[in-house]
C-alpha cells in the first residue's frame, strides 16, 4: 500500500463521545493543515488518513469512523466514485466533500453519489468547522458561495427548461474538460489526475463526440467558453 494511515493511537480518538474523521485527499500538507484544525475543536478527532480511493475504502473498513472528508480530484478513481463505493458498503457514514472544483455541477453531483456536504478547498479553513457539525446534525451543509450558485443554476433550468450538454459527460471527462479549459495540456493533465496521457486522449476524445465537437481545437474553445460563461 502506498500511503494509508491509521491514527488511532491519538488518545483524543479513545473518549466514546469523540467523533472519530477520516481524511482522503491525496496532498499531505493540506492532510495535515485540516487534521490540526479539526484537533482543534473538542469532540474531533482524525483517526484515519488516506490518498487514494482504495486506501480510503480500506481505511474506513478498518476504523469505521463516524465521518468521511474526500476530496474529489484523487489519483485513478475519483472523488464521487468512491462516495459511491462508500455509499455502497457504508450506507448510514457521512460524507463531507473538500474540493477545489468551483462549478455548481459537481457540487450535484457529488450529492447525487450520496455526500452530505461540499465545501471548496478554498473556503475550508473557514467554513469546515461548521460543516461538519451540519453534517454530523443530519442537516446537508454547502458552503455559501455554492449554495448561491446550485440556487441560481437550478432556478434558470427551471426557467428556461435547458439541459445543459456537459451534463451527459462522465465524472471524469468533467474534470479534464474543466483543466482543458484552464489551459492544461493533455500531459498536464495526466500528471494532475495521476493518468496516462493515452488515458486522458481517450477521455479527451469521449468528450469531442458526447459534445458534437468536430477536433481537439474545438474542445478546447468549447472548455474555455464554458468556464467563462461561468465566471470561474
Known sequence: ????????????????????????????LFRKGLEQLIHSEDGFAVCGEANNAPEAMDVIRKLNPDLAIVDLSLPGANGIELIKNIRAEFSKLPILVLSMHDESLYALRALRAGAEGYVMKHEAMANVIQAIREVFSGRPYLSPAMAAQVITKFAHRQAEGEADAVERLSDRELEILELIGKGNDVRQIAKVLH??????????????????????????????????????
Open 195 to 232: 493518468l496516462s496521457p493515452k488515458t486522458v486522449e481517450t477521455h479527451r476524445s469521449h468528450i469531442k463526440d458526447k459534445l458534437d465537437l468536430k477536433n481537439s481545437r474545438e474542445v478546447a474553445r468549447f472548455a474555455l467558453q464554458w468556464l467563462s460563461a461561468r465566471g470561474a
Open 1 to 28: 500500500m502506498k500511503y494509508a494511515r491509521s491514527t488511532n493511537k491519538n488518545p483524543k480518538c479513545d473518549p466514546p463521545e469523540v467523533k472519530r474523521i477520516v481524511i482522503v485527499d491525496d496532498h499531505p
